[in-house]
C-alpha cells in the first residue's frame, strides 16, 4: 500500500478495525460484537471520522465496510444507551456517519447477521450491497414506539415504492436477504462465509478503472439520485466541477493512450 497523504484517525477502544486487502481499498469493520454492532455515540464518531478520512484521502479509492461480528452487521441504535438517558449525538452525516452521507468514493456494505432499524438505514444509503444468507433486515421501529428518522425512510420509498415501504415499516417485520434483494434494496445474496470475498471482488474491479472517472460516474448517480428530474440532473452533471476536471485531468489522457496503445492504464490518484 502506497503511504497516506494523511495518517488514519486515531480510534480509541477499537471500535472500528481498518485494513487494506488490497491496493488502492480500505476495508472497515464495526467492532462492537457483543453488542451486535447497535449505534452509539462512539461508533458513529468513529464511522464518521473513517469515512471523512477515507473521503480525502488520494490513495483510498473504494472502502468495504463490514463488521467483525458474523451474527450481526449493525443491529440498530443502542436502545440501552438512550435507556441511560445519554444524549444521542448524531454526526454532521448522521447515523454510522453515513444515511445523509453524499458518497464522494464508492461505498461497499459487507453484511452478515442482523441488520435493523438505523442499520438498514444505512444500508439504503450504501453504493453498492452484499448480503450473506443468513442475514436479517427490517425497520423495527414502530415496535419500539420510535420513527425511522435518520434519512432510511425516504430511500427506501424511492427503492421499492409507496406500498411496500408502508407494509415493511408499518408493520416493522423482518426482511430476508432475498425478498430485500428482489425489491432493490441490496446488489447480492452470497453465502455467508463468501460475503467478504465478493465484496472485495466488486471493489478490486471499480478500483481496476480510472478513480476520476468513477468519481465522477457516482457523483453523476448521485445527482440524479436528488434532483427533481432526469433532465435537471443531466445539466447538473454536465456542468459540474468533477466532469470539468475528469475532461482536463491526466487520467483522460492516461486512459486515452492505454486504449490506443493497447495496453493496461496506469492510473495516478485522483485531483477531484
Partial sequence: MSQFTTPPPLIEDDI????????????????????????????????????????????????????????????????????????????????????QRFTRKPLI???????????????????????????????????????????GLERLVKLVGHQRACELALTGR????????????????????????????????IASNSPDSVMATLYGIRITDEAGSARSAHRLFVDSAPIKQVHSGENTIIGVRAFAEKKQPKWVASKL
Avoid at 462492537?32 to 469515512?51: G, H, I, Q, T
Wanted: proline content about 4%; glycine content about 10%.
Fill in 174 to 205: 423482518n426482511i430476508s436477504p432475498q425478498e430485500a434483494k428482489s425489491l432493490g434494496m441490496i446488489n447480492y445474496v452470497v453465502p455467508d462465509d463468501q460475503v467478504d470475498a465478493k465484496a472485495l471482488e466488486i471493489a478490486k474491479t
Fill in 109 to 151: 456494505g459487507a453484511i452478515r447477521g442482523y441488520v435493523l432499524g438505523g442499520g438498514s438505514e444505512m444500508v439504503m444509503n450504501l453504493d453498492i450491497s452484499v448480503a450473506g444468507e443468513g442475514a436479517t433486515f427490517g425497520f423495527p421501529e414502530v415496535k419500539r414506539g420510535v420513527v425511522i428518522l435518520a434519512g
Fill in 16 to 99: 472500528v478495525q481498518l485494513s487494506y486487502p488490497a491496493e488502492h481499498i480500505l476495508q472497515i469493520k464495526m467492532n462492537r460484537p457483543k453488542a451486535f454492532n447497535a449505534m452509539n455515540n462512539a461508533l458513529n464518531a468513529a464511522l464518521e471520522d473513517v469515512l471523512n478520512w477515507f473521503e480525502s484521502e488520494p490513495t483510498l479509492w473504494v472502502a468495504v465496510l463490514g463488521s467483525t461480528n458474523a451474527k450481526a452487521w449493525c443491529a440498530g441504535m443502542d436502545l440501552k444507551q438512550v435507556n441511560l438517558g445519554a444524549k444521542t449525538m448524531w454526526t454532521r452525516n448522521g447515523f454510522g456517519g453515513m444515511t
